[in-house]
């Protein structure tokens, strides 16, 4: 499938919105352990250039939570809603967004499973896309 652009999409309360407004990359779901405390089983997301998310509100909202030496996620003050992951390099030029957040039909198909090394116990990794243990290589 091919989304359609923009692809909006917004935290549970509604008060972060954003468009998607260039083509997305890979969309996946990780199964890494901060991905399963933050998400509460697994999180998927899409990979986009950052210059194709726009905020059309709650910028005020929208915090984010370095979570890695490396790595930050952008979540909902209000509601709490995980909503982006992105290297927190003042050059990163990429940003995970949640493919829960989206709008449906969101268009898009999983490409991959990754860090099925760390998932749960309460669930089967679904099928349909490929596995990898960790990051893919
Ligand atoms: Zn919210
Ligand atoms: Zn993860």
Redesign the pocket.
Known sequence: MTPALPLGGHCLCGDVRFEIRGAPGPAGA?H?E??RRWSGTY?SSVNIAQSDLVLTSGEASLAWYPSSEHAERGFCLLCGSSLFWRLSAADSERVAVAIGALDLPTGLDLSAHI?TGEAGDTYEVPQGAPHHEGFPQ
Do not use: T
Request: aromatic share 34%; hydrophobic share 35%.
């Open positions: 990780c890494c901060s991905c999180w860090f």
